[in-house]
């Protein structure tokens, strides 16, 4: 972590990036030294998370404001953190952008990432600016705080176990499929629950230092690779199975309005981007890959209840959606009409 | 901090990069998880660094075999924590690589990088893999440990203490500029004590927490962008002065020949990269941009002997260079002939 030479412009540009920006409680030496220094909470064990947004890969300047870019940017890495039942402290940024691009955008994009990271009790404590010919990559390293031992994880849901998610999966990815379905593809005309939900997703910290205080959750993860997958993905760390039942699946009018707007108006040419049949489609977009930055959590079932109430408290809703199960490899959905189906999914694979 | 979908390429991709790396002490949860979770010592301050490499920018492919790579990488980050006197503990590395591009060589390069963190006692907890159709990007973030309130930072030097560095400044800048004057570029002929600053650059940590232990070091800093500016850096921050004294800077054989053969050769066309008048190539080469991972230190001046000694027996020679002034502004060199010149300096910056 270094800021070169202040006769050069790369130093007054880094300056220019990190002023401005809020310091953070237990910093003892922040931006501008050759590393930070943090005061850790005593008894609280550090939880760290890195993630990486690529231009062009995990934005779309043409679709996304540089402030929505920044805000998901901090949502990637909270949202990691919210899933670990951790609190945000303290954040590195690195950004790589073109050496004689906007410098406003790579501004905005860090100091909005800044803001929705001190939202949640982050600071922005150092980071790195490098020059880099290709899209702009920028990769927030977010390390929280919790209580000795009781942090989340994937393993140690049970058989029984509740599962349960908060907010409305398939709203990102329905406002991406939305954008796309346009030419040239825009948001503008994206109902705004699914806007919101992409340009402007919901942190659940709060909702998971409630739950967590509670000591009612047993395993969680959060769904930024879809539902099913992620599901997939607790079940597998756990060693338990999933049945999920159609009726307990929350209504979402704007997931379905979005579901009918694209069935209806599939054609063979578009069917690359939206390859399910019409009448699974919602299914799709809730179940699939999505980039929401809600959690998935195996829940005790004697205390569902006050898991709701303490979410609802930190304005998460809570929605049962199914059970873990003693078959280890299932992922079934039960019908309204009694019938099992395996559970529709899909995942976004950068290397595919 | 999220692996995707097991059925994917990504993920079996992912796998393959971080399997084989060593455990670290006080990992609770390593990689695969949402994130990572680690127990921090009682009565330590938390220090964190964070550094990119960009492919044709911080590293060359054509000159670094990707071991080498890997190994910078890991030093840079390593210099950050030395020059604040913490032992390195856990790491992050996010790495951006082309979606289609040969697999091997970053896989190499995360390895070299973890294996060289683990050589200091820092276990790679999680990561990030992207694709991007730029050159590749790394970034890894390192968390060390201090004992509390006993960090070093740029400031705290004091008129009359004693600046001194580690090791040889500007062998690895002497190294780039013999390759960069070959055609190809190349190190293949490059002097072995050169050619070993650029491509195994040694790790001061050792050295650093041994004069730590003693309390003499009153201000460090490292001098990956040269010794003038991170001499300009450290004096800024501490708002002192510096006098260097010809008659004390160490004999460096090596780069003086360097020295002798770039300024034998230059012609015309060269000038670009060496624009340095022959007689003063040397200290270009010693003071100037130079991607050293060395420390300067400022010292109490009554325990100069003690800090020479431990770091000798942490492997480093300590060199004294000079002395901090009261003249907040001077960098200066007091030649042997007792004229006083300005310190020559020049530093790489990104975006000029």
Redesign the interface.
């Known amino acids: 972590?270094?800021?070169?030479?202040?006769?050069?412009?790369?130093?007054a540009?880094l300056r220019g990036l990190i002023a401005g920006l809020p310091e953070g409680e237990g910093v003892?030496?922040g931006p501008?030294?050759?590393?930070?220094?943090?005061?850790?909470s005593?008894d609280?064990?550090?939880?760290?998370?890195?993630?990486?947004f690529?231009e062009?890969?995990?934005y779309r300047t043409d679709l996304l404001s540089p402030e929505a870019v920044g805000r998901r940017l901090a949502a990637a890495n909270l949202?990691?953190?919210a899933?670990?039942a951790?609190r945000p402290r303290?954040a590195?940024i690195?950004c790589?952008v073109p050496?004689r691009g906007d410098e406003g955008i790579p501004r905005v994009i860090e100091l909005a990432c800044a803001a929705a990271l001190a939202e949640q009790g982050a600071a922005v404590?150092?980071?790195?600016?490098?020059?880099?010919?290709?899209?702009s990559?920028w990769?927030v390293?977010l390390?929280?705080e919790?209580a000795?031992n009781r942090?989340w994880?994937?393993e140690g849901a049970r058989p029984g176990d509740v599962l349960a998610t908060t907010g409305h999966p398939g709203r990102s990815g329905a406002a991406i499929a939305l954008a796309l379905w346009h030419s040239p593809p825009s948001l503008e005309h994206v109902p705004p629950e699914l806007f919101a939900a992409y340009a402007r997703p919901e942190c659940r910290v709060e909702a998971a230092l409630a739950m967590a205080a509670l000591g009612v959750v047993r395993a969680?993860?959060?769904i930024?690779?879809g539902l099913a997958?992620d599901l997939?993905?607790l079940c597998?760390?756990s060693g338990v199975g999933a049945q999920l039942r159609e009726e307990l699946l929350p209504a979402d009018e704007p997931l379905l309005d979005a579901a009918r707007l694209l069935a209806g108006n599939l054609t063979r040419e578009r069917a690359d981007i939206i390859p399910a049949p019409e009448q699974g489609l919602a299914e799709h977009l809730r179940f699939g890959s999505s980039d929401d930055y809600e959690l998935l959590m195996a829940i005790d079932p004697a205390r569902v209840q006050e898991a709701r109430y303490a979410a609802a408290n930190a304005g998460a809703a809570l929605h049962v959606i199914g059970v873990c199960t003693e078959s280890a490899s299932e992922r079934t959905i039960l019908r309204r009409d009694g019938r099992q189906e395996p559970l529709p999914s899909r995942?976004?694979?950068?290397?595919?």
Chains 1, 2 share one sequence.
């Open positions: 972590m270094k800021f070169p030479s202040a006769r050069h412009g790369e130093f540009r003892l030496v501008g030294d050759d590393a930070a220094v943090m005061r850790p005593p609280h064990d550090l939880v760290v998370t890195t993630d990486t690529v062009g890969r995990h949202s990691d953190l899933a670990m951790a303290w590195t690195a790589t050496p404590v150092g980071g790195n600016l490098s020059a880099g010919d290709g899209p990559v990769t390293t390390i929280g919790v000795k942090w994880s994937r969680a993860i959060d930024s690779d997958a997939a993905h597998e760390a995942g976004y694979d950068h290397f595919a």
